[in-house]
Nanobody, 126 residues
Framework: QVDLVESGGGLVQPGGSLRLSCVAS????????WGWYRQAPGQERELVAN???????NYADSVKGRFTISADNAKNTLYLQMNNLKPEDTAVYYC????????????????????WGQGTQVIVSA
């Protein structure tokens, strides 16, 4: 189990920017994939972006070109830079880490899919 603590959410106007942070602690050597999910009211949790240990990253189509995921290994911190935010980006954003077995299993992205942070709320509204 990896402990994950998110921060950086808030209220922003459409077109604005936010940067989310996720600090990891404990069992860091087990992280194979590290990423961000979001869940809007009444909707299922969805993958926003992730980084896999060999360096590849993946993005949801809805955020490509607007969001950038990055990691600072020296600080054990994962970031999500969100630019040109839209009202449909409003959601609770969760940090997730998974080991290799979990990443390649059907559990990845579910409640049993690794470790989860407590979430940080992002509201995009005028």
């Amino acid at each position: 189990q990896v402990d994950l603590v998110e921060s950086g959410g808030g209220l922003v106007q459409p077109g604005g920017s936010l940067r989310l942070s996720c600090v990891a602690s404990r069992n860091l050597h087990t992280i194979y994939a590290w990423g961000w999910y979001r869940q809007a009211p009444g909707q299922e949790r969805e993958l926003v972006a992730n980084i896999v240990v060999e360096g590849s990253s993946n993005y949801a189509d809805s955020v490509k070109g607007r969001f950038t995921i990055s990691a600072d290994n020296a600080k054990n911190t994962l970031y999500l830079q969100m630019n040109n935010l839209k009202p449909e980006d409003t959601a609770v954003y969760y940090c997730n880490s998974a080991d290799g077995n979990t990443y390649y299993s059907e559990n990845y992205g579910t409640e049993r899919g690794g470790s989860w942070g407590q979430g940080t709320q992002v509201i995009v509204s005028a």
